[in-house]
């Protein structure tokens, strides 16, 4: 079993950047798609980013291609998304999650194992 812990989240200005980390426990990591999805206030949770279990493949969202990258290192655990010039709408609680597959998906409900989430708070 995995178990993810995200940090890095903070209150940000627009144009700022931000890298949040996912620390997984467990022995499966390596071999796990990881993907970080986010939930504003009274939306939906949707699809971020992804990345296959080594690195080589990534999926990101339309709203933050060319902005956000994911990146992980399986000899810490760790799973990455720096985040670039951001938007007041990038304002969410960031969730990081694992998949039981290698390859990676934007549909959540293939996410197996959460995290509890960082808040991530861009003003104007």
């Known amino acids: 079993q995995v178990h993810p812990v995200e940090s890095g989240g903070g209150l940000m200005q627009a144009g700022d950047a931000l890298k949040l980390a996912c620390a997984v426990s467990?022995?499966?990591?390596?071999?796990?798609?990881m993907g970080w999805f986010r939930q504003a206030p009274g939306k939906e949770r949707e699809f971020v980013a992804a990345i296959n279990w080594s690195g080589e493949k990534t999926l990101y969202a339309d709203s933050v291609k060319g902005r956000f990258t994911i990146s992980r290192d399986n000899a810490a655990n760790t799973v990455y998304l720096q985040m670039n010039s951001l938007v007041p709408d990038d304002t969410a609680v960031y969730y990081c999650?694992?998949?039981?597959?290698?390859?990676?998906?934007?549909?959540?409900?293939?996410?197996?194992?959460w995290g509890q989430g960082t808040q991530v708070t861009v003003s104007s």
């Open positions: 467990g022995r499966t990591f390596s071999s796990r798609a």
């Open positions: 999650a694992a998949r039981e597959l290698q390859d990676v998906s934007n549909w959540d409900a293939t996410y197996d194992i």
